[in-house]
């Protein structure tokens, strides 16, 4: 029996369920906690200090960095994972400034009276240095202590539609990003870095709309044939199905829209907003009220090139007048020639202006800050009111106007080739009527 009770006790049960840690466990943290809460000499009472920004106390615990936002799981902050979808990030370098912006609300503090929290005068918004990194546009803290800044707040620039840039008076210049769920804004005190700003959020935002693009017009997998379908080969391929290529509207109706703005222009008036109703509609392929991206590219396309070909055909039919002899005083061959010259200066630079816009490698990204300036609601597609509101940029009246000057010239040559032909001409010949294209009375 004394044995017996010399044996040591049998050992209890292995628990069935997770047990939590022993109370002394987080010794250590609890103790460095306490110690950072006392009051010290040199510093004011209830004074915080962010975790790591602690200058009296460097225990491992307490002074251990941790991100402040949770970073998305994607392969440019938290990968690259397999799991992790592929994302195509923009190819400018990494962009930053110092700005003034405001991260935080002034409607989220408990503790703001009503008078603090209407009190966001702009002279004091704290100065952050913001930098353009991927589709993220960051903002870091003024750098206090031999330790790096953190993140203090992110935005996402795959939700930008478009950047403006306003000057206030006696005030610092006002850089919105137009984004899908609001506006936001930041200041600088520079026109040149809000113009820099601009530039590169809107080259970031033209990128990201070309992967879209590209990536929903890129054609889906073909996935292969079950080959349990009666009289098709094992090794056949399903391809997918494509939609029909929508038929583009006659340039037609577009000529004639344009001569009418032409004519607009000549007699000192604006093109009226019914001619580009008319545009409007002859491009609203599924009258469902909106225009698509495809549709407004269709819309630019079309209309530079209904430009370019009255251009050329003026060109051409001052050629084919040239090599005609006419019998002119020396004054109207002066005044021809000197019309010539201008008509071909403009005509090339014209040429020339219509041939870089509808290049390819810079066609794409124009439509797409047209569309970004004329989608005020910021939901990828342009409305009739919107497009109205907008329409100058489609046919700015600068450019109308240089056209006007164009056929004006052309058709004061053409108006005195003709009536060199006509003294020259014999009484009993006949008139060749061809088609003179634009032209305009002066």
């Not at 044996?7 to 460095?32: C, D």
């Not at 370019?308 to 002899?325: F, G, H, I, S, W």
């Not at 940029?393 to 060199?420: G, I, N, V, Y």
Request: aromatic share 8%.
């Amino acid at each position: 029996m004394a044995e017996l009770a010399m044996l040591p006790a049998p050992l209890p049960p292995l628990p069935a369920h997770a047990v939590g840690a022993p109370p002394w466990a987080s010794y250590n943290t609890r103790v460095s906690t306490l110690r950072s809460m006392k009051s010290r000499f040199g510093h004011m009472d209830g004074e915080v200090h962010a975790p790591g920004q602690n200058p009296g106390y460097h225990n491992p615990w307490v002074t251990m960095p941790h991100q402040i936002i949770p970073s998305p799981n994607t392969p440019q902050y938290g990968g690259p994972w397999p799991t992790a979808p592929q994302m195509q990030l923009p190819s400018r370098p990494r962009q930053g400034a110092w700005v003034q912006v405001q991260l935080r609300s002034a409607v989220d503090a408990e503790t703001d009276t009503i008078a603090e929290k209407l009190h966001t005068l702009e002279g004091d918004l704290p100065w952050m240095y913001a930098e353009v990194d991927g589709w993220a546009l960051n903002f870091y803290p003024e750098a206090k202590g031999p330790r790096p800044p953190r993140c203090a707040s992110s935005v996402d620039l795959r939700s930008l539609r478009r950047v403006e840039v306003t000057a206030q008076v006696m005030g610092p210049f006002v850089v919105s990003m137009i984004m899908e769920p609001g506006t936001f804004k930041f200041y600088t005190y520079s026109q040149e870095e809000a113009e820099q700003w601009r530039q590169i959020l809107t080259s970031v935002f033209i990128q990201f709309r070309q992967v879209e693009i590209h990536r929903r017009a890129s054609p889906p997998k073909a996935r292969p044939v079950s080959s349990s379908a009666p009289g098709v080969p094992a090794d056949a391929v399903a391809m997918p199905r494509t939609a029909a290529p929508s038929s583009s509207p006659s340039h037609g109706p577009l000529r004639d829209i344009y001569v009418s703005c032409i004519e607009a222009v000549v007699q000192g008036q604006a093109p009226g907003p019914e001619l580009f109703e008319c545009i409007f509609q002859l491009y609203d392929v599924n009258g469902d009220g909106d225009l698509a991206f495809e549709e407004l590219q269709q819309m630019v396309r079309d209309l530079l090139l209904v430009r370019k070909a009255e251009v050329q055909c003026a060109l051409q039919r001052r050629d084919l007048m040239r090599t005609k002899a006419v019998l002119l005083d020396a004054h109207s061959q002066i005044t021809l020639r000197t019309a010539s010259a201008t008509m071909s200066r403009l005509g090339e630079r014209l040429l020339s202006d219509y041939e870089s816009r509808l290049e390819q490698a810079g066609f794409e990204s124009r439509c797409i800050l047209l569309q970004s300036q004329l989608d005020l609601s910021a939901d990828q597609r342009v409305a009739l009111p919107e497009f109205l509101a907008g329409a100058p940029l489609l046919l700015p009246e600068s450019e109308l106007r240089a056209e006007a000057l164009f056929f004006e010239t052309c058709s004061k040559a053409m108006r005195m080739q003709k009536k060199a032909e006509h003294l020259t001409k014999p009484a009993d010949g006949e008139s060749d009527e061809e088609d003179e294209g634009i032209c305009v009375q002066q």
